[in-house]
């Protein structure tokens, strides 16, 4: 009983048929090979449009923060600290105001004392 593979073998054409003289090989590998398209180099033409596009978004995206918290009066965390020569025993007050608008007060007492309860 023969399988499969024998039965391909015995019915091949290419057995019976004589090989090819070298420069006929030669020949066909030029076609193939000239038949297959020259990688295409393209010249990198986006690379400076791309920078000079980027540095355009950040200078913009600069000016605008700028503009946005000039107009809300805020360019950075401010404090007010009451001057240090204040009468003794007399309450300071300490104030911030973040960018965002919050604003916090501090109330330095010196006459304060903890007491503990334990």
Known sequence: MTDLR???????????????LPEAVAAMRRTVLEAIPAPRV?????RRPLAIA????????????????????????????APADAAAGKRTQLHFSTPGGTRIIWTLDPAFQLKENR
Request: aromatic share 6%.
């Open 6 to 20: 024998d039965r391909l073998r015995d019915a091949d054409p290419v057995q019976s048929e004589p090989s090819l």
């Open 54 to 81: 980027a540095a355009v978004v950040l200078i913009a995206g600069a000016g605008f923060d700028t503009y946005r918290r000039a107009s809300r009066g805020d360019a950075g965390i401010e404090s007010a600290v």
């Open 42 to 46: 393209t010249p990198a033409r986006w």
